[in-house]
């Protein structure tokens, strides 16, 4: 099944090769126009002016804190989330928190519905500032479900861009950012009941599948030594510092981390807390804006080619997906890499006959984790789930972040 299918032609393997491609939700959130040395998040000036008094707007409705929540795959799953009834509040933390309130208001989404708050993950500072101002804002309130859905991508940087803590943008951002965030809102979580964790996956962080197998680079973290040197562009890379720079295997390798995270989380404190510590693969957002600086034939095509080989994904099905995570009754269980239609370790070139809901037939393409498809529990690859590197991983990063703890 993990042979390439007769489809598979030169402009398909062009396709795969200047793709490199993520599979979940990104966004850039450090462009290219950041000087050298300047701040992506200036305390002085940038430090959000807290809200107040969120228990009278939230009421008795459920907590959900969602990273990157004003575009892509974040907004797609704060609609899904918000559509369930009034059963749940958002706290989208954004970068630009007027942006978020552009975007939610041009989809329909009600101010009562959610609240804007400042986030620069490329900032372990912002971080703990959001976190301050969380607390301020819902006081009494526990934090019911978070979820880490923003990260970067940069892969075709042919140089490193830094976080202002000075960690690889990608390792910065997609993993210690997120990683410091869980950490800060762990004794919140703990309060809550039926507390629910997701850090988004990827495809591409794991190595048992076609997207993290034969689209290099791989994903591998080695023995962590980049990410045991610390801050200070110390070092380029999470393997090692004398590893190359590859903004693509940078990303993979942050995911690989994210998921990492997840399963250590749940090794160390489901049993005690109760949270459910999970992490998903939405599917491929094809036409994401993640592809806005690709050639015009290729974002003609890319939808195209991921249509054919049956692993497309809309962002409303990838957000409904997500925000399956966090409601559904059937996700209960924790240390789990939620999938849909398939663990992607094949393609999906002739549609199937399968029977909806409402008793009828309909055509799916089973198997290669693309449209349609009912959720199952998908399989970590061994570098995940390795509880010795998890164990390193989990030192070296608290060590990265001790001092916003």
């Not at 080619?305 to 692993?311: D, E, H, I, L, R």
């Amino acid at each position: 099944p993990n042979a390439l299918p007769p489809f598979t032609s030169r402009r398909a393997l062009t396709l795969a090769g200047d793709l490199r491609v993520p599979s979940g939700p990104c966004a850039s959130v450090a462009g290219s126009a950041v000087a050298e040395g300047a701040k992506l998040y200036n305390k002085k000036k940038d430090r959000e002016v807290a809200k107040v008094a969120g228990g009278l707007k939230v009421g008795t409705r459920r907590v959900v804190v969602i990273t990157g929540a004003s575009s892509g795959l974040g907004l797609s799953t704060t609609r899904a989330l918000l559509a369930q009834g009034g059963k749940f509040f958002v706290i989208a933390a954004v970068r630009d928190p007027a942006k978020m309130d552009a975007v939610a208001k041009e989809a329909g989404l009600s101010k009562n519905d959610y609240v804007a708050m400042k986030l620069e993950l490329a900032s372990l500072e912002s971080v703990k500032d959001f976190v301050r101002n969380l607390k301020l804002f819902l006081p009494a309130r526990p934090i019911n479900h978070l979820i880490c859905n923003a990260a970067v991508y940069l892969p075709k940087d042919p140089m490193p861009k830094w976080t202002d803590d000075g960690y690889e943008m990608s390792l910065g951002v997609n993993h210690l950012g997120h990683f410091l965030l869980l950490q800060l809102l762990l004794p919140d979580l703990k309060r809550a009941k039926n507390a629910r964790c997701c850090i988004v996956g990827s495809v591409t962080g794991n190595s048992n599948t076609i997207a993290g197998n034969f689209v290099k680079p791989v994903a591998d973290v080695g023995a962590l030594e980049g990410l045991a040197a610390g801050g200070g562009r110390a070092s380029t890379m999470t393997s090692s510092p004398s590893e190359p720079f590859d903004g693509a295997k940078a990303y993979k390798d942050a995911k690989a981390l994210n998921m990492m995270t997840v399963l250590e989380m749940h090794r160390r404190f489901h049993e005690e807390t109760g949270i459910l510590f999970n992490s998903m693969y939405p599917g491929c957002i094809a036409e994401t804006n993640l592809f806005r600086e690709k050639r015009q034939w290729f974002r003609e095509l890319f939808p195209v080619f991921m249509k054919t080989v049956g692993a497309y994904v809309s962002e409303l099905e990838a957000g409904e997906r997500l925000a399956q995570v966090i409601y559904d009754p059937q996700c209960t269980k924790s240390g789990v890499y939620w999938s849909w239609n398939g663990n992607a370790r094949q393609f999906a070139l002739s549609p199937t006959k399968v029977q909806t809901g409402d008793g009828g037939v309909a055509l799916q393409k089973l198997g290669a984790g693309g449209a349609g498809g009912d959720i199952f529990e998908n399989e970590f690859s061994g570098m995940i789930t390795d509880e010795a590197r998890g164990k390193l991983m989990y030192e070296y990063s608290m060590q990265a972040v001790a001092a916003y703890l």
